[in-house]
């Protein structure tokens, strides 16, 4: 079963890592659970976590806010979606879910992070087998991002 405890601290990290690296407030938005496996979004970063704690994460975006994130990520224009805007976003994905680990591990529940994995394609099948996902979407100036967390305790 999903615990909220374990939602918390992505949506802590995502709101420190947006303000430190983009200068750029997050605001809360809708919050909905998922049993389907499809993604709804263009980019997705997946990272997975082992330990007190074992699941995924799922970071989602558009092609276009993942080109205006990488940007203020690399100081310079992403007008492709190239490799190196493809690692900024990747990196994203390991630095919201890096912090969150910390966080979790501070609550007593320590883990281990994979390496991201970059997926592009919208409604692509992302099974996170028998644990609903937590989708929470979170909006700033330079667009949507949607955060899927699917862990249990490990």
């Known amino acids: 079963m999903l615990k909220v405890d374990f939602v918390n601290p992505f949506i802590d990290a995502a709101y420190e890592i947006f303000e430190v690296e983009m200068g750029s407030k997050l605001e809360k938005g809708p919050l909905s659970v998922h049993a389907s496996s499809q993604t709804s979004q263009e980019i997705n970063v997946l990272?997975?976590?082992?330990?007190?704690?074992?699941?995924?994460?799922i970071y989602g975006m558009s092609e276009k806010t993942a080109k205006k994130i990488a940007s203020k990520m690399m100081g310079q224009q992403a007008p492709l979606f190239d490799a190196l805007a493809q690692s900024a976003i990747s990196e994203l994905g390991n630095m919201i879910t890096g912090t969150a680990s910390a966080k979790l591990e501070q609550a007593g529940y320590p883990s281990a992070l994979t390496p991201p994995t970059m997926i592009r394609g919208k409604s692509v099948l992302i099974s996170t087998l028998d644990t609903q996902r937590l989708c929470l979407v979170m909006t700033s100036e330079l667009g949507d991002m949607e955060i899927s967390v699917a862990l249990r305790e490990g």
Not at 47 to 57: A, D, F, L, M
């Open 47 to 57: 990272v997975g976590v082992t330990g007190k704690v074992r699941g995924q994460v």
